[in-house]
């Protein structure tokens, strides 16, 4: 049943392209109010996620739903979903006011929304000209203004900063947060958590077609980790009374140990109570970046792991699973 929530629902998604798991298992839930971004490496399996989610790809198990309907029993869907996946497809020789013209009769919306979609992503002034003369960055304006023809109540965006300048960024970024603010749903992919992680409220990052983290950002935030580096005389001897103390112990190439959730005191404290000499220490923090980089790559190591390497949730436990979607 069309619950006009503005939720996007994904269930047990799954698709393989023959012995390819392109997606797999994978569950999350966009609210709206919130700008939601869809993270992870190239090739992860975002676009394939947000094409089943769009109608345009078949799962080959589970379900993808808008206001509670699959997409293609939406009625009147531009009116409900706008979005970019492209942003190349136009005809060079079609001016952008003339192109969003011809989208807005297939969707039955009158021609005054046209200018109001140009103003809206700042073409104004630049709709008598012709797209095959726009840049990278004007053509993602462009097909976000063919998405917002319909004045949506969901936005679904497939890397829509690529091309983009600095002040594109921070344009596209304040547009999302007001956009979502009244009340509407944002989820836009992305490959780069930095890219974004001034605009997005909530995360799903996903790696090998597997949900990794589901939460908050701020919770994202709340889980980098401190550590500190030590070059032990007695390295295992030093790992053993530091991880029945409780730290997370990590052997590095070099030799060293990185111990997880612990300052250079606090191991020098323990080291001490052991008897074990130190010939070296350096505190460490784990940033946003590299946090992303380890969920994503299977190589997260703090005080709490995937316990089966489907779920994980940050510090205060609020998060809803790290599982693997890509």
């Given at each position: 049943?069309?619950d006009?929530?503005?939720?996007?629902?994904?269930?047990?998604?799954?698709?393989?392209?023959?012995?390819?798991?392109?997606?797999?298992?994978?569950?999350?839930?966009?609210?709206?109010?919130?700008?939601?971004?869809?993270?992870?490496?190239?090739?992860?399996?975002?676009?394939?996620?947000?094409?089943?989610?769009?109608?345009?790809?078949?799962?080959?198990?589970?379900?993808a739903?808008?206001?509670?309907?699959?997409?293609?029993?939406?009625?009147?869907?531009?009116?409900?979903?706008?979005?970019v996946l492209?942003?190349?497809?136009?005809?060079?020789?079609?001016?952008?006011?003339?192109?969003?013209?011809?989208?807005?009769?297939?969707?039955?919306?009158?021609?005054?929304?046209?200018?109001?979609?140009?103003?809206?992503?700042?073409?104004?002034?630049?709709?008598?000209?012709?797209t095959?003369?726009?840049?990278?960055?004007?053509?993602q304006?462009l097909?976000?203004?063919?998405?917002?023809?319909?004045?949506?109540?969901?936005?679904?965006?497939?890397?829509?900063?690529?091309?983009?300048?600095?002040?594109?960024?921070?344009?596209?970024?304040?547009?999302?947060?007001?956009?979502?603010?009244?009340g509407?749903?944002?989820?836009?992919?992305?490959?780069f958590?930095?890219?974004?992680?001034?605009?997005?409220?909530?995360?799903?990052?996903?790696?090998?077609?597997?949900?990794?983290?589901?939460?908050?950002?701020?919770?994202?935030?709340?889980?980098?980790?401190?550590?500190?580096?030590?070059?032990?005389?007695?390295?295992?001897?030093?790992?053993?009374?530091?991880?029945?103390?409780?730290?997370?112990?990590?052997?590095?190439?070099?030799?060293r140990?990185?111990?997880?959730?612990?300052?250079?005191?606090?191991?020098?404290?323990?080291?001490?109570e052991?008897?074990?000499?130190?010939?070296?220490?350096?505190?460490?923090r784990?940033?946003?970046?590299?946090?992303?980089?380890?969920?994503?790559?299977?190589?997260?190591?703090?005080?709490?792991?995937?316990?089966?390497?489907?779920?994980?949730?940050?510090?205060?436990?609020?998060?809803?699973?790290?599982?693997?979607n890509?």
């Open positions: 049943m069309h006009g929530s503005g939720q996007i629902m994904v269930r047990g998604l799954s698709k393989s392209f023959g012995p390819i798991h392109a997606v797999q298992d994978l569950s999350f839930t966009v609210r709206p109010g919130a700008v939601t971004g869809f993270i992870g490496p190239n090739g992860s399996g975002k676009t394939t996620t947000l094409r089943m989610i769009l109608g345009l790809v078949a799962p080959t198990a589970g379900t739903t808008i206001n509670g309907l699959p997409f293609h029993r939406l009625p009147n869907p531009a009116h409900v979903v706008g979005a492209d942003a190349q497809s136009f005809h060079p020789g079609r001016t952008a006011r003339n192109h969003l013209r011809c989208y807005a009769a297939a969707m039955g919306v009158p021609d005054a929304q046209v200018d109001r979609a140009l103003e809206l992503v700042g073409l104004a002034s630049a709709g008598k000209h012709k095959g003369v726009f840049s990278l960055g004007m053509r304006r097909a976000l203004a063919t998405a917002l023809l319909g004045d949506p109540q969901v936005l679904v965006l497939d890397e829509p900063a690529n091309g983009l300048d600095p002040e594109g960024i921070a344009w596209l970024r304040n547009f999302l947060r007001t956009f979502a603010a009244s509407r749903t944002v989820l836009m992919s992305s490959h958590l930095r890219e974004i992680e001034h605009t997005v409220d909530q995360l799903v990052i996903i790696s090998r077609g597997r949900c990794v983290y589901d939460g908050h950002l701020d919770e994202l935030r709340a889980a980098q980790r401190s550590r500190a580096l030590v070059q032990a005389a007695e390295p295992g001897r030093l790992a053993d009374t530091l991880q029945h103390a409780g730290f997370g112990i990590e052997y590095l190439p070099d030799g140990l990185a111990v997880n959730g612990a300052d250079s005191r606090t191991v020098a404290d323990l080291a001490l052991a008897g074990v000499a130190l010939y070296g220490m350096q505190d460490e784990i940033g946003l970046e590299e946090l992303f980089f380890q969920l994503t790559s299977g190589q997260y190591t703090g005080a709490r792991p995937p316990a089966d390497a489907q779920q994980w949730a940050p510090p205060g436990g609020a998060g809803r699973g790290f599982g693997g890509a």
